[in-house]
């Protein structure tokens, strides 16, 4: 099946750094990737699409300014957590979808802002 | 109303149970549908998708019906190994582009 990597699958960070984080389609070109976030014992929320070569289509609620994506090529979106919280800390997942099949994601990235 | 709802459980059952989960859709539109597990701390993967004529796969079982947006899981001879969470997914467009709808989960503990 179609695999997406995700890097990297933890980091923790001081409060107020940044922190970027990749998805990458390893066997197919993805024009469109999802961001979700995920909190203990909580549902997958959809943060974000991200959209190869042109602006990212945020969720209602989620800060755009926060959480920069980039989606410069067909195989790679990043999501930059810019000036983290402790509050920010959690279960971060990309996916992307190979043409009209079923979702894949990433491994999940687990941030703690500390 | 929520787009995709599921009854969040958890199911506790035992060793060698039959458990059935169920998921409501709201857009009579949707395309297609999946059923996804999710481990505790890991990425949801797919489990099995769902037909209109229903689907098995060796002890797991979905249905789909689409006069009352409903889906079904069922899982004979739980397996302790089948203790995770259970997202049901609505796929509204065949555009991929579009995102899938995710419930929030069904949760089973099978325990000895």
């Known amino acids: 099946g179609a695999v997406v990597s995700q890097h990297p699958s933890w980091v923790i960070c001081k409060s107020g750094t940044s922190v970027k984080i990749e998805c990458r389609s390893l066997?197919?070109?993805?024009?469109?990737m999802f961001w979700y976030r995920q909190f203990p014992k909580q549902s997958l929320m959809l943060m974000a699409t991200?959209?190869?070569?042109?602006?990212?289509?945020?969720e209602q609620g989620v800060e755009k300014d926060k959480f920069l994506i980039n989606h410069a090529s067909l195989t790679l979106s990043t999501l930059t957590v810019t000036s983290a919280h402790p509050e920010d800390s959690s279960f971060y997942i990309c996916?992307?979808?190979?043409?009209?099949?079923?979702?894949?994601f990433g491994q999940g990235t687990r941030l703690t802002v500390v | 109303r929520k787009e995709v709802e599921q009854d969040p459980g958890p199911f506790n059952v035992p060793e060698g149970a039959t458990v059935a989960f169920n998921c409501t859709y709201s857009?009579?539109?949707?395309?297609?549908f999946f059923w996804y597990r999710q481990d505790c701390r890991k990425e949801p993967k797919l489990l099995m998708s769902?037909?209109?004529s229903g689907n098995e796969d060796g002890r797991f079982t979905a249905q789909l019906n689409r006069a009352s947006q409903y889906i079904s899981l069922l899982i004979r001879d739980s397996k302790l190994s089948d203790s995770a969470t259970y997202l049901c997914?609505?796929?509204?467009?065949?555009?991929?582009?579009?995102?899938?709808?995710f419930g929030s989960g069904t949760r089973l503990l099978v325990r000895p």
């Open positions: 996916s992307a979808r190979p043409r009209n099949t079923e979702a894949f």
């Open positions: 066997d197919f070109q993805a024009t469109t």
């Open positions: 991200s959209n190869e070569g042109s602006k990212a289509t945020y």
């Open positions: 857009n009579s539109a949707s395309q297609s």
């Open positions: 769902v037909y209109s």
């Open positions: 997914v609505v796929n509204p467009s065949w555009d991929s582009s579009y995102k899938l709808i």
